[in-house]
C-alpha cells in the first residue's frame, strides 16, 4: 500500500508552525550569566615570624588642620584589627618628628639646638627629605622592637597638604530646545579647583634588627568646586580609604571580587 502524501495545506501549516518557533529562538537569542568570582593576591611581606604588629608613628606634615600622625595610627590599627592575623599592640602614636631632631643632636648639644637642624614646619615633600635617615636607624628600631618583644613596626611619612588646580573642565549641561526636548550636552568652562593631596610612605621594620624590610610611597589627591566647603578630615579619610588596600596587601592576602560572565 502506498502511502497518502499530506496535502499543501498541511504542509504549509507545518512550515508556518516551525518558522514561528525558529524566530522565536533568534529573538530571545542566547543567556548569559553573570558569576561572581574571588582572585586572591598574595602578600608582598612574609610575616609568618611575627605575631605583633606595632603601628608606631610617622613624621608628618603639610594641613595644620588634621594631625596626620595621629589618625595614620589609628586608622591603620583599626584596619588591621579587623583584617590581620596580627596581634595590634596599643601605644602611644611616637612623636618621630621630636625624636629625629633628638637624634640630630650631636654629642656635648642639647636636643633644642642641633647642628644640623631639620625643618621645623614639614609643608612639602621636599622638607620631609631630610627625615629619611630616621628609618636608617638599625639600633634605635632594634631598641624599639625590645621593648614590645620584637613585633613587625610599621612607620613612616605622611604629607596631607591644601591642593589647588585651575584649567578647563568638562561638565554635562542640561539644554531644552523649543519643543521641551531635553539633551544632555558637554561643554568646557575654565574653573578652579580647591582640594588636598595625600601623600604617604609606609616603611616595614624587623623589630628583632631595626632593618627595614620594606617601604612603599603612594600618592592620592582630591579636587572639588572651589565653593564646595569640605572638612580637611573629611578629605583625608577618603583619600585615605583609596589607600588602606594597598597598605593592607603588604600584609596580608586579600582577594579582588569580580564577575566573569558565561554564555549559555
Known sequence: MTARPPNRKSLRARF?????????????????????????????????????????????????????????????RSQLRSKSSLRVIDADAMPLVEIAKQQDAPAGETPDAPAVKLPDQIKDEKDLEAYERLFANTAY??????????????????????????GMVQRDVEQYDSFGRRRVVPVRTFMER????????????????????????YREEILYNSQQNTPALSSYFELMDRLVPNFLSALSSQKIRGTRVLLQ
Request: proline content about 6%; overall charge negative; hydrophobic content about 45%.
Open 16 to 76: 508556518a508552525v516551525l518558522t514561528a518557533l525558529l524566530a522565536a529562538g533568534v529573538a530571545c537569542g542566547p543567556t548569559y550569566f553573570e558569576i561572581p568570582i574571588e582572585t586572591p593576591i598574595q602578600p608582598k611581606l612574609d610575616v609568618s615570624a611575627f605575631q605583633r604588629v606595632l603601628i608606631a608613628g610617622f613624621v608628618a606634615g603639610g594641613s595644620e588642620d588634621v594631625d596626620a600622625n595621629q589618625e595614620t595610627v589609628r586608622l591603620l
Open 141 to 166: 628600631w632594634r631598641q624599639i622592637g625590645e621593648e614590645y618583644q620584637n613585633p613587625l613596626i610599621v612607620t613612616g611619612t605622611v604629607l596631607f597638604m591644601p591642593h589647588s588646580r585651575q
Open 194 to 217: 580647591k582640594g588636598f593631596i595625600l601623600a604617604p610612605r609606609f616603611v616595614f621594620i624587623d623589630g628583632r634588627t631595626g632593618a627595614t624590610m620594606y617601604a612603599e610611597r
